[in-house]
Nanobody
Framework: QVHLVESGGGLVQPGGSLRLSCAAS????????MGWYRQAPGKERELVAR???????NYADSVKGRFTISRDNAKKTVYLQMNSLKPEDTAVYYC???????WGQGTEVTVSS
């Protein structure tokens, strides 16, 4: 059983930054790829960034150069550093253990002046 808990969301002005965290419980965190997804109102959930068990990452085109995904296996935590935020980044952000049905409950990010 894996339990994922996101934190770090909030209200931020355009151009600002936030760092999201996803703390995982359960075994074998270090060998699993992890992903950050987001779902904006009225839209489908989409992949934002993914990191494999090492340091290989990939990003949605819309966030490349602005967002950075990283992980700390000792803390069983995956992060999403979000810089230069735009109103269109407003969404609920979820983390997921890739290849599984394990999702967090989500953390809301609102980018607005």
């Amino acid at each position: 059983q894996v339990h994922l808990v996101e934190s770090g969301g909030g209200l931020v002005q355009p151009g600002g930054s936030l760092r999201l965290s996803c703390a995982a419980s359960g075994s074998f965190f270090s060998i699993n790829a992890m992903g950050w997804y987001r779902q904006a109102p009225g839209k489908e959930r989409e992949l934002v960034a993914r990191i494999n068990s090492g340091i290989r990452t990939n990003y949605a085109d819309s966030v490349k150069g602005r967002f950075t995904i990283s992980r700390d296996n000792a803390k069983k935590t995956v992060y999403l550093q979000m810089n230069s935020l735009k109103p269109e980044d407003t969404a609920v952000y979820y983390c997921r253990q890739e290849g599984s049905d394990y999702w967090g409950q989500g953390t809301e990010v609102t980018v607005s002046s």
